[in-house]
């Protein structure tokens, strides 16, 4: 039995619900109100080492991180949703640009559009008067303007003629941009690659 400790509002959660969904896998959700700051307890260390959401629990395996999560789901239930040879590097840079670029400009421009100042900043882990918004919407233009250029020129991120868990990790937070005041139409290419997402067979939106 799968145990998804989870967060409807959170873009790394909704990661991991939309691929199990469009995998087919019966899950149990555990709801973790970590805005509330509930998941400060050394019990949910114990599955989370930072103590974040998502965190999955795999019969006796605890694993967190939405990356982690979708590659062991993928690699245990689902290796059709990883990249053939030649695309795997690019299957893993993708991957990596969701956890790096997306995950430290829309990620935390849609999270000060969504709580307060105070809350952004204390999960952001700065003070108020730190909180840098502008800066955080010019990197956000930078990276759409990478994965718009990638997505005109091939239907999936990692280049292969099918979605990955690259598409999944990265969609996570492109599907929010709407509440990050992002105009997606400024984007064709992502604008067409979310559309493509959205025909999968099992696809669940965002949200609560
Ligand atoms: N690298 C992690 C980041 C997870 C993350 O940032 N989780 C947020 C919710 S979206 C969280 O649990 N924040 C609460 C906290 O850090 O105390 C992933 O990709 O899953």
Same mark, same amino acid.
């Given at each position: 039995m799968l145990t998804l400790h989870d967060h409807p509002r959170s873009?790394?959660?909704y990661k991991v619900r939309l691929f199990l969904a469009l =995998?087919?896998?019966?899950?149990?959700?555990?709801?973790?109100?970590?805005?509330?700051?509930?998941?400060?307890?050394?019990?949910?260390?114990?599955? %989370?080492?930072?103590?974040? @959401?998502?965190?999955?629990?795999?019969?006796?395996?605890? =694993?967190?991180? %939405?990356?982690a999560i979708l590659l062991?789901?993928?690699?245990?239930?689902? !290796?059709?949703?990883?990249?053939p040879q030649p695309y795997l590097g690019a299957m893993y840079a993708w991957i990596s640009v969701s956890a790096n670029e997306i995950a430290n400009s829309l990620q935390p421009l849609r999270l000060t559009r969504v @709580? %307060?100042?105070?809350?952004?900043?204390?999960?952001?882990?700065? %003070?108020?008067?730190?909180?840098?918004?502008p800066g955080m919407e010019r990197r956000t233009?930078?990276?759409?303007?990478?994965?718009?250029?990638?997505?005109?020129?091939?239907?999936?991120?990692? &280049?292969a003629d099918a979605p990955t868990v690259a598409d999944i990790a990265c969609y996570g937070y492109l599907?929010?941009?709407?509440e990050a005041s992002i105009d997606i139409a400024s984007y064709p290419g992502i604008a067409a690659w979310r559309q493509r997402i959205r025909q999968? !067979? &099992?696809?669940?939106? !965002?949200?609560?």
């Open positions: 873009g790394n959660c =995998i087919g896998k019966e899950y149990r959700s555990v709801f973790v109100d970590v805005l509330a700051r509930r998941n400060q307890t050394e019990e949910f260390e114990r599955i %989370s080492a930072f103590q974040q @959401v998502p965190a999955l629990v795999d019969d006796d395996l605890a =694993i967190w991180d %939405s990356h062991h789901l993928a690699h245990t239930y689902a !290796p059709g949703w990883l990249a @709580v %307060s100042n105070a809350e952004a900043a204390h999960h952001l882990g700065v %003070s108020e008067t730190l909180l840098d918004v233009e930078r990276v759409l303007r990478r994965i718009d250029k990638r997505l005109a020129q091939h239907a999936w991120l990692a &280049g599907a929010l941009a709407e999968l !067979p &099992g696809y669940v939106p !965002p949200g609560p």
